[in-house]
């Protein structure tokens, strides 16, 4: 073999093991660049997080302007909980803050700890739909037979009133679902009867 064949595969077998690692790397960066940018675009349904409301508008496309959120409550299969919203639907301004609660319940004989995963419908809403806070935020754990109100407090965004894409909407759902915590063992007991 000469040595000019030999620097053409060197260089060939190099960049193959540059391709071969960077797509690795792409690998174990899809999940948080995926997440990063479903938060950034509200694709999916992906709620925003916000600190505080900003209220009403009082002026611009937005003044005046109602939504009204419907609530939306389910439980993984094996998951001994009963979980529901305490109200079917709520009413506000844009950048009025809402607040509304979801009642759970461990039907178990054991503590059991849930994580709940959430979206809007429809999808393009989600970037204008902020939680100011939420038991999704966190692992929920219940003891046996023990029942808990968790509030969720949110805002739509007035901006929302200036896109065009959005002028359809007057109806937003927020769901949930909760499942198991990935955490604790994986065997599930079925609820009592």
Not at 163 to 188: C, K, M, N
Request: hydrophobic share 40%; aromatic share 10%.
């Amino acid at each position: 073999m000469t040595p000019d064949v030999r620097r053409r595969n060197a260089r060939m077998m190099a960049g193959l093991f540059v391709l071969v690692f960077s797509m690795v790397g792409l690998a174990f960066a899809s999940v948080p660049l995926y997440s990063l940018f479903c938060r950034v675009t509200g694709f999916g349904g992906t709620t925003q997080r916000a600190a505080a409301a900003p209220g009403p508008a009082h002026d611009g496309a937005a003044a005046g302007r109602v939504v009204t959120i419907r609530f939306n409550a389910d439980v993984n299969g094996p998951l001994p909980w009963r979980f529901r919203p305490n109200q079917h639907d709520v009413t506000l301004a844009l950048g009025e803050q809402g607040f509304a609660s979801y009642s759970a319940e461990n039907r178990g004989s054991t503590p059991v700890t849930g994580t709940a995963v959430f979206n809007v419908t429809p999808d393009k809403a989600g970037l204008y739909f902020n939680k100011i806070q939420c038991f999704c935020f966190t692992e929920q754990t219940l003891q046996p037979g023990q029942t808990v109100d968790m509030p969720v407090m949110f805002f739509v965004d007035p901006a929302m009133a200036n896109d065009p894409d959005l002028a359809d909407v007057g109806t937003i759902t927020l769901s949930y679902t909760f499942f198991r915590a990935s955490r604790q063992q994986q065997t599930a007991e079925r609820p009592e009867p």
